[in-house]
């Protein structure tokens, strides 16, 4: 699949193609297995370490700060605008993806820009504007070197902190011996030496950079650029001309605020106390500066976001990109990592904000595909309830009559049941005899013996008999388990002989 | 204290003697326990589903049923997250009926956050002993009602339990509900690493107290790994206490314990 298309597939997307293939890859299950195991582990070590018992309190108190600059977000984007442009930056806004680019390609054009190096931001991954500068012949170097790597081999990140958590390093290797002409070596040292030298030359003669923020800071017109290896910095200050793509909600009041979030970000995303490089930009290059860019130009984005902001849904956008919520859920990992989501943000995440910003009727899979076990929700560094969130796109999907016909009559039919004691009690029998029929005779069998044979009132309250191939619907079960058939005796019955019956001193009241 | 037993329907259905052993349990502690007949689903699978309407009658039913309870105790954390939580979300803050859903989400526990929480029980003055390896299955939903090794310290207090802890025990099995029939092929890889988790403490048995999860592993280990049979905590302490007979055991034992 070409790189481009993996995140802009054909709408409406269906998640369970891609899920299939990554569920039978059994290298790429290993990789997204253990990468992101290990990457939740550490981070609850991590955590535990930093705030012991606090750990929820102060994740709620992060979600509390990040709330409330969204709820004012107006008075904090003013004042981030008036002071970064105090500073000497110069701010634009940009309300969809297309105004985003355009704004680039101009400054690209008229600086006369030809060679631009550009650090991870996943506004410009949404707004796609790395092909827009290829397409007016502005070559552009991704220098992050995850990302660098899945530039040089066509191929699509699929993890927001962590892009190529879907490749092994011999794919590395040989993506360097063909677009670089390095000698091929699976050695991550050397590889890492081979990208950099590459890219130190690209840096010295780039003449614009372009990055994301992770925090713009309203009281300083401040950007602030985390990164592990340190690229952002050579982006910033390289190039004559800074450019900053960042999404509007990336805003929050002062430093004291950031050092909250910079405490929870390093250790909720790879388990460190601290990001190695945290950069805090404000303004170009003053006059006995020793480096930066002579001009500073940001670019807010909205892009849907203010859509977003709705009540209902405003918290997902105390988002910080940690990405703790996809290492945590079990569905990211067995469809193999990000590009099983058909978009630019994958994972717990990506499921809930890819319907809002794409359209839920181009997206119907992402929030129905999870267990809703709530892995995320615990991760979620700023508190972010995601599966309530999944659960109110799926009422939108029965709402907005996305929910085939015949699914939702079925579940009409289960509730019409359930609301009616007889007919629930009816159904519960039918379903016993169906599934004693169903199961075959050497499965009635007791395999272990007088194992779970186990009478009340003459009746086996335990059944060791299973079924294992169901009809319908119900056979998407029995594609990997059994399923088990129900006891003769029932608790009704138990209860019922039991409350009539001979042991009065252990009756119960009746309700 | 006088106690509804809020069954769920997987339970009914498909373990009915992890409800008597609640129930045998509970009346050993000294408590009288109700069954209210009316009682049979909270709804979750039309509220996960996004029926809320449908979900919202069911919750009313429920609420009304378990209106007169004192206290209401479930196998199931996840429909006790269910009415603890959810339910919650089905009414205006402060109408009637969010009124009526916050009283019965504060008399609402989970078993074993019943016997921990409420009762402090220590099983070790209760002389229970259960001699048998384990390894216990913790369900998702514990984590909405603010749980997390309750029932791995009740295990730990059972005179004979050798219990092996679970690895990557905080790794959804792949139920999910609906999940695990609309997306087979995720739930089943899931379940799979759940097998091979089981696997590797080479316990005889798993102690689950969540009907769904316990159908779908035990139902993935009858494929990959028949050795390992499920029991839920309930039946565990009621086996120890004499209160239910031990597998392989006298059929007539049911009224061995009587310590109430």
Known sequence: ?511 | MRIALFITCLTEQFYPRAAVAIVKVLEHLGHTVEFPAAQTCCGQPMFNNGLHDDARDLARRMIEIFAPAEHVVTPSGSCAAMVREHFLHLWPERSGEHRAALALAAKTSEFVEFLTKVERVDLRAMRVRWPGSVTYHRSCHLRSLGLCDEAETLLDQIEGVRRVPLPRAEQCCGFGGTFAVNYPQISAGMVSDKVSAIRETNAERLVCNEAGCGMNIAGACRRALPEVSLITIGEVIAQGLGLLPREGGSMNADHGGGGS
Not at chain 1, 70 to 97: E, M, P, Q
């Open chain 1, 1 to 511: 699949m070409s790189g481009s298309r993996v995140l802009t597939p054909d709408l409406p997307f269906d998640m369970s193609p891609r899920a299939d293939v990554a569920g039978r890859d059994v290298k790429l299950q290993q990789f997204v297995n253990s990468a992101t195991q290990i990457k939740d582990h550490g981070r609850v070590n991590a955590c535990r370490a930093a705030f012991g018992d606090r750990y929820d309190a102060v994740r709620k108190l992060a979600g509390e700060i990040k709330q409330h600059t969204l709820d004012h977000l107006d008075v904090y984007l003013d004042r981030f605008i008036d002071n970064a442009t105090a500073s000497g930056a110069l701010v634009h806004f940009a309300a969809d993806a297309a105004q985003a680019n355009a704004i680039v390609l101009g400054i690209a054009r008229e600086i006369d820009a030809k060679l631009c190096v550009k650090s991870k931001s996943m506004v410009t991954e949404e707004t796609g504007l790395l092909a827009a500068l290829e397409a007016i012949g502005v070559k552009t170097i991704e220098t992050d070197l995850g990302e660098f790597i899945l530039q040089l081999d066509h191929d699509a990140p699929s993890h927001i902190v962590t892009p190529m958590i879907h490749k092994d390093r011999t794919a590395v290797a040989r993506a360097f011996v063909r677009e670089l002409g390095a000698p091929y070596t699976e050695d991550p040292a050397e590889l890492t030496r081979i990208a950099r030298d590459h890219m130190r030359r690209q840096f010295r003669s780039a003449d614009m950079g372009i990055s994301g923020a992770n925090f713009l800071v309203a009281d300083t017109g401040s950007l602030v650029i985390c990164t592990n290896e340190g690229n952002a910095d050579l982006v910033v200050a390289s190039p004559r001309v800074h450019v900053a793509v960042v999404g509007i909600e990336k805003v929050i009041s002062s430093l004291e605020h950031l050092s909250v979030f910079l405490k929870l970000l390093a250790r909720s995303a790879t388990a460190q106390p601290m990001t190695v490089y945290n950069t805090i930009i404000t303004g170009p290059r003053k006059p006995d500066d020793l480096d930066g860019p002579q001009q500073v130009h940001i670019v807010l984005v909205d892009n849907g976001r203010t859509e977003i902001l709705r009540e209902e849904t405003r918290e997902l956008l105390r988002c910080i990109r940690c990405g703790a919520c996809l290492n945590a859920c079990p569905v990211y990992r067995k469809v193999g990592g990000g590009h099983a989501y058909g978009a630019v943000y994958s994972g717990p995440i990506g499921a809930v904000i890819t319907p809002l910003f794409k359209g839920l009727e181009n997206y119907p899979d992402l929030p129905q595909a999870s267990s809703l076990c709530g892995a995320c929700f615990e991760a979620c560094p700023v508190y972010i309830n995601i599966p309530a969130q999944l659960i109110r796109l799926r009422r939108l999907l029965v709402e907005r009559k996305l929910m085939p016909g015949t699914t939702r009559v079925a579940y009409r039919l289960w509730a019409m049941t359930l609301r009616r004691p007889w007919m629930y009690r009816a159904s519960a029998a039918f379903q016993r005899i169906v599934l004693r029929q169903l199961s075959t005779s050497s499965e009635v069998e007791d395999r272990a013996g007088v194992n779970d044979r186990v009478s009340e009132n003459g009746r086996d309250m335990v059944s060791s008999a299973w079924c294992a191939k169901l009809p319908g619907p119900l056979r998407a079960w029995t594609l990997s388990r059994d399923m088990p058939v129900p006891p003769s005796g029932s608790f009704r019955e138990w209860w019922a002989n039991r409350d009539r019956g001979s042991d009065a001193s252990r009756r119960a009241g009746r309700p």
